[in-house]
């Protein structure tokens, strides 16, 4: 069993910086690959970014790379996601998410991981 906990969402204006922590606790924080999903209100849920179990190997969706971030430290264990540039178009529910399969770079889809926070809302202004 692995336990995720977001934090760090709100308001904030176009432009503007946010970072998601995503706090772990359960199962050997090395175990597992970590992810960050985003979902809007009829939508399905959409990839961020995605870590590797030893931090070395990240992955971002298109529309993120270059201004997110993911990291994770294993002393805090926890997952943090530098969102900058923000834009209104990243409003969204924002959801970490743990992935115990996979050894290698980290899966886009979110039915690869087995594991969900509860989710925080990240809302930027025009």
Known sequence: QVQLVE?????VQAGGSLRLSCTTSGRTFSGYAMGWFRR???????FVAGIS????ATYYADSVKGRFTIS???AKKRVDLRMNSL???DTAVYYCAADTTTTGV???RY???EYWGQGTQVTVSS
């Open 7 to 11: 934090s760090g969402g709100g308001l």
């Open 40 to 46: 809007v209100p009829g939508k399905e849920r959409e």
């Open 53 to 56: 179990r030893n931090g070395v």
């Open 72 to 74: 994770r430290d294993s």
């Open 87 to 89: 834009k209104p178009e």
């Open 106 to 108: 980290p899966r886009t």
């Open 111 to 113: 039915y690869d991981y």
